[in-house]
């Protein structure tokens, strides 16, 4: 046995029963990882750069990586994953995956399994994980409400009903979650630092007619909005109380509207510099706001609905993925001039766009042509593409170390 | 069934995968509801096709449903509202 174990290290996870145990051996033998007593499924030891790709249709999810520029394995048995979503736990081990159907998944990336899963719903529409990574809370259509689970053992902590669906559940500082009830027009933070059980809930009354989603800008702002009435509130959680605030009130209020084929994202909300870039709804443009005022300050033509309007890391650039039937464009908005300065068309169905952590690289789903397509963030030219049945969110690791997602 | 004669094969393929990935967008990929109500063989029983191919066309006002007849024929529309009658998507 010529092999030489160099160096053996046993690194306590943040629960007792995540040991890793990281082998980096010889000359010879590819660098492994002992995982949970088993030997990783394939030869990454590190998930910085790894990234979690949802298969929307065949409820399954791709592991792949960043700097290879390929996927690792499948995982598989996930339930519907229409509109799913997920994050991360700190240590960027384990993905947690919320199905449509109210199914929580927590899917091990190096072990490339399914760690835990349970139904916890029947309808559900996203989750998130709170600050310490101790608590995975989610959202639900139906029975509504949200669920709070151990983002360990996935045993279920506590259960807020709010008489309704909710929608846009995000974390917040100080153990904190903030979600929107639809029926009741209502945010509710959700305070689970003293007693994890038994949250201390602020609710934010008026918020506006049917929250339809939401999103948290930095741990203090949240934006929620509107199906029911135009415009959008603003509430600042520094603020004591907090209450919401009217922005952009003619937010949606386009005559003649165009025909909305996919609802565009809060999450395609977008901080650049001092501005927020949005999609319009029903207008085939996208709107820039002053993030102090909230004040419409200009508007840029693009080539469709837009869905998401996503800034390169450094915010220098914006890339625009848009609604059926435009949606095998992507535009890039500079974020300077608000022009448009490329164009491309990368595959059919382009759903989704994450960008590696400091934005060299940028990872587009092309649903209908079976792929995921890398393209490189300053020539536009593509570097390399990635098998995947459907392919629809694409979620990188780094998630794991950023409030709101 | 009279209205699914007149689409040829490859377009009632793409009509299906159109239901199941931008319909499913709000309905849920099996169907079952989301943003959009549940639209179900169960959950449409008794509903008459002209009826919801209507809906498919015009949309519904004051709701996320948005009209669909730009993109699609009255007949398309009628194929789609007897494919969602008849098939379990699963």
Redesign the interface.
Known sequence: MTRALLLVLSLAAFSSSAWAEVHISGDSEPQRCLVGGNIAVHSSCGTGDLGVVIERATGSVLVVDQSDRASLCRVEGLGDLSHASLTFSPDERFAYIFGRDGGLSKVDILGCAIDKRIVQAGNAIGGAISDDGKLVAVSNYEPGGVKVFDADTLDPVADIPMGGKTVGLADAPGGRFVVAGWDSGEVWVLDHSTDPKDPAITKIENVGANPYDALMIGGRTYLVGLFGEKGLSRIDLWADPPSAERILPDYGKNEPDLPVYKMPHLQGWTLAGDSYALPAVGLHQVLWADARTGAETARTEVAGQPVFVTARPDGRELWVNFAPPDNGKVQVIDAVTHQVKQTLEPGKGVLHMEFTPRGREVWLSARDDNKVLIYDTRTYEKLGEVEAQAPSGIFFTDRAHRSGL | MAATSAIPPQRAAELE??V???C???H???M????GKPITPADLEGRDPEGLAAIILD?VPGT?M???R??ITEDEALWIAAYLMKEKVE
């Open positions: 995968h159109m199941i990935q931008d499913g967008s709000c849920g990929l099996t079952k509801g989301g943003l949309g996320a948005p009209p669909w730009p993109l």
